[in-house]
């Protein structure tokens, strides 16, 4: 005989006051918690084995939050190289497209998930015990991602502090580049800008690595920089929302200023009309092209930071009663209706303009720095004589190699390097924060001992960080940017998505899209009748569009890879590398199935039956709504012994014997 958590049916939570204890111990026979006794005492009450979790500081903690790590490195580094190589302006159509169908919709999903069950990414999924693989896999996810991500902000930190030498060291005008820039701007045979070899041989030494089986020793200048990174990241997440949540009011905002320096610095120079230019010319034909939709969508999927944890970790820190489904229409330009409308507005419309900005100001934020970008590099294609096509690049090739050569042109070269690589590091450490966030929350919700003991809390979050730090070592390495290459283009590509999509489908039709709405109406304090009716869009999304766009992105991923070679500069792949990136986003993926087959195996009855109980929420899915929270220790429901032939009637069951009575009269 087993004892299991008792299971309720969706929107239904098991009611217990002591009328409905008495009536279950007289039809089951005694419970744990009433077994008898030579003397009769009164029953003690149970103690609450709820531990209080945090919540947000303040107001705009949440959203500065939000916007920090949704707004990353992409947002520089990605979308102005995907928008000018996917038709320019004309990339901005299948972009906002995917984003109303695609982004919004499961942005909605992760934070009204979040927020409803108070939990993290594992725990969460008490919902429906199924798809507990889902969140094993966010955490999987969202490992890979910072194992990564954090060298980005040591490689961020190398060329800060390279920035205090006058003149730039990767600059024409240092002593060491004398020869080379002499030779480049004498057109003598094919070399590498200064900028270049700073990256491939100060920085990386991937000069040293013949590929990825020979990774080299460690670079320990970057060593360092990544130990000081993770120092940063631990000291920042002591106290968890409590710390974090102070830091984003300067990390958050800071990148927004540098962005409008670059912008209105940019707008001065000679020649960046051209690259503005080049950024925006339409090419209408693109939209035919299958790879622009799966271009804009991947875009849009990632710089919301969807399917990895962090939103659904951070809205669970939220007051149950913060307005999601509106906050989410406001972001789709609802506001201004309800202005001219006069609907008055309560406390709960803070998060209106929070969703606002999040989700409209992170695209925009992309689409603005665009111009920091390209006005700069159409200077210095102005300055070399050549087509700005020739300069622009994307990813790390963009932010350490074509834009810092671009700023070592300008007047104050030093000022503006300073800038910049503050700007990237800020930006990289709020993405961080979120992902951290995801991974931390997971495990205290899962061991909420933890959360009790702040000496265990800071050791387990030192002995994270720590691990995180000797695993990072080997991206740091001559051959490590061959390793990062491919954890980066693996861990964030097709077992995502399959993270996403399954999502969507099990709230869709394993929890129920019906149930799920109701929750995010339980949640809001006033659902106008145009909140209600919006809420179809987001019901047809959920049940259709999305998990149909989410299949077109995936088939698009898996022909490209098998057509695809996977390379980096010169270097092509072999066989065994691309097949162990392909298990690194199986890896992920996979949870999914196995944590499902273990949901299965712990119930009894057919296959049929087990399957039935493993989709139905738990009881204590419902222990942060209002109701539950309300009831007294006294009214806590016995734990029952699960035996056969028992019946457990609760005070819904005599209401039900009153509905048939009444029926039957």
Not at 171 to 190: D, F, H, M, Y
Not at 324 to 342: D, H, K, M, P, Y
Not at 611 to 616: N, P, V
Not at 620 to 640: I, K, L, V, Y
Request: aromatic share 14%; net charge neutral.
């Amino acid at each position: 005989m087993k004892s299991e958590e008792p299971k309720a049916a969706p929107g239904n939570t098991i009611l217990a006051n002591p009328t409905t204890q008495q009536n279950a111990m007289e039809l089951n026979g005694p419970t744990k918690n009433n077994v008898a006794s030579p003397t009769s005492q009164p029953p003690t009450p149970v103690p609450d084995p709820h531990i209080a979790r945090e919540q947000w500081g303040g107001k705009y903690e949440f959203l500065l939050s939000c916007i920090g790590y949704c707004v990353g490195l992409g947002n520089v580094w990605r979308f102005p190289y995907l928008c000018y190589r996917n038709g320019g302006g004309v990339f901005l159509i299948p972009y906002f497209i995917m984003l109303f169908f695609t982004g919004v919709p499961l942005f909605l999903m992760e934070l009204s998930l979040g927020q409803y069950g108070a939990a993290g990414p594992i725990t969460v999924w008490k919902c429906c015990p199924l798809l507990k693989g889902i969140g094993i896999g966010m955490l999987c996810v969202s490992t890979l991602v910072c194992l990564y991500y954090n060298v980005i902000i040591a490689w961020t930190f190398y060329y800060l502090g390279s920035s205090f030498q006058s003149p730039l060291p990767w600059s024409c005008e240092a002593p060491a580049n004398a020869a080379l820039c002499a030779n480049i701007s004498s057109g003598n045979g094919s070399f590498q800008s200064p900028s270049e070899v700073f990256w491939n041989e100060k920085v990386l030494g991937v000069v040293h690595s013949k590929g990825l089986h020979d990774p080299g020793p460690v670079r320990w200048p970057l060593a360092l920089c990544l130990l000081a990174a993770w120092i940063i990241i631990f000291l920042c997440m002591l106290k968890g929302i409590r710390s974090s949540g102070k830091v984003v009011y300067v990390t958050a905002t800071f990148p927004y200023f540098v962005l409008l320096v670059l912008i209105i610095k940019g707008a001065t120079l000679e020649g960046s009309l051209q690259g503005v230019a080049f950024y925006l010319t339409p090419d209408w034909s693109r939209l035919a092209s299958a790879q622009v939709w799966n271009d804009a969508a991947s875009q849009v999927f990632y710089s919301l930071g969807i399917g990895v944890g962090g939103l659904l970790s951070m809205a669970s820190y939220n007051k149950f009663d913060n307005n999601v489904i509106r906050f989410v229409c406001f972001s789709l330009g609802l506001w201004i209706e309800s202005q001219l409308a006069g609907r008055r507005l309560n406390r709960c419309n803070f998060l209106l303009r929070d969703t606002l900005i999040i989700v409209v100001g992170n695209c925009s934020t992309s689409f603005f720095a665009g111009f920091a970008i390209f006005s700069i590099l159409g200077h210095m294609a102005w300055r070399k004589g050549v087509p700005v096509r020739e300069v622009a690049d994307t990813g790390p090739g963009l932010a350490f190699v074509a834009y810092p050569e671009a700023l070592a042109l300008l007047p104050g070269s030093v000022f503006w390097s300073i800038l910049f690589f503050l700007m990237l590091f800020m930006l990289g450490i709020d993405t961080l924060f979120g992902n951290m966030e995801g991974i931390t929350t997971a495990v205290l919700d899962e061991f909420p001992q933890l959360r009790q003991n702040m000496t265990h809390k800071t050791l387990f979050l030192a002995a994270l960080c720590f691990a995180f730090y000797l695993m990072g070592l080997l991206l740091i390495s001559d051959g490590g940017i061959y390793w990062f290459t491919l954890i980066d283009s693996f861990s964030t590509s097709f077992g995502l998505i399959i993270i996403a999509l399954f999502m969507c489908i099990g709230i869709s039709f394993f929890y129920g899209v019906n149930q799920f709405c109701q929750d995010i109406i339980d949640m809001i304090c006033h659902c106008p009748p145009w909140c209600t009716k919006f809420l179809f869009f987001f019901k047809a999304c959920w049940v259709f569009i999305t998990p149909f766009l989410l299949l077109f992105i995936l088939t698009y991923i898996f022909f490209e890879m098998y057509h695809t070679s996977l390379k980096y500069g010169s270097y092509v792949y072999p066989f065994w590398g691309k097949a162990l990136g392909v298990c690194i986003g199986a890896a992920c993926c996979m949870q999914i199935p196995i944590w499902a087959g273990v949901a299965i195996c712990k119930e009894s009855g057919t296959l049929k039956d087990r399957f039935q109980k493993a989709i139905r929420p738990l009881n204590s899915w419902r222990a942060n709504t209002p109701s539950s929270s309300g009831q007294t220790e006294g009214q806590a429901e016995p734990e029952r012994v699960d035996g056969p032939y028992t019946v457990n009637l609760t005070s819904m069951d005599f209401n039900a014997m009153t509905w048939q009575s009444d029926s039957n009269a």
